[in-house]
């Protein structure tokens, strides 16, 4: 049986001209960190991509940690297809419909 990590990992995508962002947020977990840290490189080794790529730490909620992934001036809007690389990577088979 394949491991899905949409349970432990939420995926909001954002897409506007010419921009287009991937939000990855989860419970702060220093393995689920480096989790996700090593899948961006091996996205980024297959693909030849380089996102802009930060960590966001609530402030308000110890339990809510992000890693947001950008795109900016995406004429072409490959970022798109750097989204879907890593959502597998990471065995996530859906984003969250609240944006």
Do not use: Q, W
Not at 47 to 75: C, N, Q, Y
């Amino acid at each position: 049986m394949a491991v899905d990590n949409c349970s432990r990992i939420k995926a909001h995508m954002r897409m506007e001209e010419r921009y287009e962002t991937l939000s990855l947020v989860f419970e702060n977990d220093e393995n689920l960190t480096n989790e996700i840290f090593i899948a961006i490189d091996i996205v980024k080794e297959k693909t030849g991509m380089t996102p802009f790529i930060f960590e966001k730490i609530s402030k308000d909620r110890e339990d809510l940690h992000a890693v947001v992934i950008e795109f900016h001036d995406d004429i072409h809007r490959v970022g798109g297809g750097f989204f879907t690389e890593l959502l597998k990577e990471l065995k996530i088979d859906k984003c969250e419909k609240d944006i």
